[in-house]
């Protein structure tokens, strides 16, 4: 055992006789005596009682010091990182009585602590120590504490001041990084915008040879009749391609709030136009079936959504429809104009001719499907061109169900036909009807669809 006295006094107090006695860490089994009325416990080499720097980590470098207030050891926790425990407990401050077990850090080294007064210097045993118990279950001492000293205390409270400014200048540059990251994105999506319509403005001044991309809306009387018949690509600064093109049309439940409670794939359509999708006539007639089926809460309210690629995030509702003049009554005019809000901003497919060989459908969120033209028909159902063809036979050898009506189908990236569906197993609508519902669509009035049975 090795004991060590320091003289530790403070003018006008009395001065106590207080024995430290190491129970745990490399300092275990040894005992310091200091008579005074202010000790001093940590890492440094200038305090009373200290610990190696190297081996005892938890232990601050000014770790907690031993204070005697008229009469009684009080201790106080100094700015500790890891804490000081008084039997198991943290605290601030708190009396000391003897026999209290001393903690620095949670696992750090512990220190029973022993008092007598001036005249009566603590006793010690000799015999070997045992390991003490956890005193977490002992009723602390509350000589001359406050009611706010007793109750225990927030870990969080007692994070030293440098770690509190660090965290509250992390939380003020992440709230500056975030606002950053929104403003970039919003001037991003500004900047795209006015490309566009930089870019639609002067396609509108260009020849005029195309159908679809730029034109006014549907009975304005300002669309231009193509010149030519050589196909465009859609315009690089929208979405291109055919998945670009490709839209599912939803029937779509909303509550009172608006939210979307239910949905269910109606039929899929083609765009051909920034506010028109070409669909099947029995496409919309199965828009008007869901729309007159009552919905199980009166407060719920249908509308029918327009998703380029099926997704709900960028959806158009439906408006009016424009109809083939002779739609239902013959094959080739199977052909019905869907009319978005005037607000809609959707990607732009431009028709071609239609040419033998192979075709290619997309299904959404599905790989492409191949189909091959078997035979090629016009309104007199005679021999004809591709560019004159209205209706295409597929070869259905390689493939056992067509596409769904209402699908787009493709050469490459050009916009051929529509699918007419399962009511015309292997059949298509080509371009060229579609072009005709175009021009038909200049003098037509829109209709609304069904809005009163929503």
């Given at each position: 055992?090795?004991?060590?006295?320091s003289?530790?006094?403070k003018?006008?107090?009395?001065?106590?006789?207080?024995?430290?006695?190491?129970l745990?860490?490399?300092?275990?089994?040894?005992?310091?005596?200091?008579?005074?009325?202010?000790?001093?416990?940590?890492?440094?080499?200038?305090?009373?009682?200290?610990?190696?720097?190297e081996?005892?980590?938890s232990?601050?470098?000014?770790?907690?010091?031993i204070?005697v207030?008229?009469?009684?050891?009080?201790?106080?926790d100094?700015?500790?990182?890891?804490?000081?425990?008084?039997?198991?407990?943290?605290i601030?401050?708190?009396?000391?009585?003897?026999?209290?077990?001393?903690?620095?850090?949670r696992?750090?080294?512990?220190?029973r602590?022993?008092?007598?007064?001036?005249?009566?210097?603590?006793?010690?045993?000799?015999?070997?120590?045992q390991e003490?118990?956890?005193?977490?279950d002992?009723?602390?001492?509350?000589?001359?504490?406050?009611?706010e000293?007793?109750?225990?205390?927030?870990p969080?409270?007692?994070?030293?001041?440098?770690?509190?400014r660090?965290?509250?200048?992390?939380?003020?540059?992440?709230?500056?990084?975030?606002?950053?990251l929104?403003?970039?994105f919003?001037?991003?999506?500004?900047?795209?915008?006015?490309?566009?319509?930089?870019?639609?403005?002067k396609?509108?001044?260009?020849?005029?040879?195309?159908i679809?991309?730029g034109?006014?809306?549907?009975?304005?009387g300002?669309?231009r009749?193509?010149?030519?018949?050589t196909?465009?690509?859609?315009?690089?600064?929208?979405p291109?391609?055919?998945?670009?093109?490709v839209?599912?049309?939803l029937?779509?439940?909303?509550?009172?709030?608006?939210?979307?409670?239910?949905?269910?794939?109606?039929?899929?359509?083609?765009?051909?136009?920034?506010?028109a999708?070409?669909t099947t006539y029995?496409?919309?007639l199965r828009?008007?079936?869901?729309?007159r089926?009552?919905?199980?809460?009166?407060?719920?309210?249908?509308?029918?959504?327009?998703?380029?690629g099926?997704?709900?995030?960028?959806?158009?509702?439906?408006?009016?429809?424009?109809?083939?003049?002779?739609?239902?009554?013959?094959?080739?005019g199977?052909?019905?104009?869907?009319?978005?809000?005037?607000?809609?901003?959707?990607?732009?497919a431009?028709?071609?001719?239609?040419?033998?060989?192979?075709?290619?459908?997309?299904p959404?969120?599905e790989?492409?499907?191949?189909?091959?033209?078997?035979?090629?028909?016009n309104?007199?159902?005679?021999?004809?061109?591709?560019?004159?063809?209205?209706?295409?036979?597929?070869?259905?050898?390689?493939?056992?169900?067509?596409?769904?009506a209402?699908t787009p189908?493709?050469?490459g990236?050009?916009?051929?036909?529509?699918?007419?569906?399962r009511?015309?197993?292997?059949?298509?609508?080509?371009?060229?009807?579609i072009?005709?519902?175009?021009?038909?669509?200049?003098t037509?009035?829109?209709?609304?669809?069904?809005?009163?049975?929503?």
């Open positions: 055992m090795t004991i060590s006295d003289e530790v006094k003018p006008g107090e009395k001065a106590l006789h207080i024995a430290l006695r190491h745990t860490g490399h300092r275990k089994g040894t005992e310091e005596r200091f008579t005074g009325t202010r000790i001093s416990i940590g890492r440094g080499k200038n305090n009373h009682c200290s610990f190696d720097a081996r005892e980590r232990v601050s470098h000014r770790h907690c010091e204070r207030e008229d009469g009684i050891p009080i201790i106080y100094v700015g500790s990182l890891n804490g000081t425990y008084v039997n198991d407990r943290r601030r401050r708190a009396p000391l009585a003897d026999g209290d077990q001393l903690g620095l850090g696992e750090g080294p512990r220190i602590f022993a008092v007598g007064s001036a005249s009566s210097p603590p006793v010690t045993s000799e015999a070997p120590e003490p118990a956890r005193l977490s002992r009723e602390p001492h509350y000589i001359g504490a406050t009611a000293e007793r109750q225990l205390l927030d969080a409270s007692l994070a030293p001041p440098r770690l509190v660090r965290r509250i200048v992390v939380a003020i540059a992440l709230m500056v990084f975030c606002a950053l929104i403003g970039g919003i001037l991003v999506r500004h900047f795209l915008d006015r490309i566009e319509t930089l870019e639609t403005r396609q509108d001044g260009s020849a005029g040879d195309t679809g991309a034109m006014s809306p549907i009975g304005s300002a669309i009749r193509p010149k030519t018949s196909p465009k690509r859609a315009p690089g600064v929208v291109a391609g055919p998945r670009g093109t839209v599912r049309l029937g779509v439940v909303r509550d009172d709030r608006g939210r979307f409670v239910d949905q269910e794939t109606l039929g899929f359509g083609a765009v051909v136009r920034t506010e999708i070409a029995d496409v919309d828009l008007k079936a869901w729309l089926r009552g919905t199980v809460d009166g407060r719920h309210t249908k509308v029918l959504l327009a998703a380029p099926g997704s709900l995030a960028s959806a158009k509702p439906v408006k009016a429809r424009v109809l083939h003049p002779a739609a239902g009554k013959s094959e080739d199977n052909l019905v104009l869907l009319v978005l809000d005037q607000s809609a901003r959707l990607a732009r431009l028709t071609a001719a239609p040419r033998a060989g192979t075709l290619r459908f997309y959404p969120w790989s492409p499907q191949d189909l091959g033209v078997r035979r090629l028909t309104a007199d159902k005679g021999a004809v061109k591709p560019e004159s063809a209205t209706l295409l036979a597929f070869d259905l050898d390689a493939m056992p169900l067509p596409p769904a209402g189908l493709f050469a990236d050009e916009l051929i036909g529509i699918s007419l569906g009511d015309l197993t292997g059949w298509a609508i080509s371009s060229v009807a072009q005709g519902l175009l021009r038909h669509a200049e037509a009035t829109t209709e609304p669809i069904n809005r009163s049975d929503r």
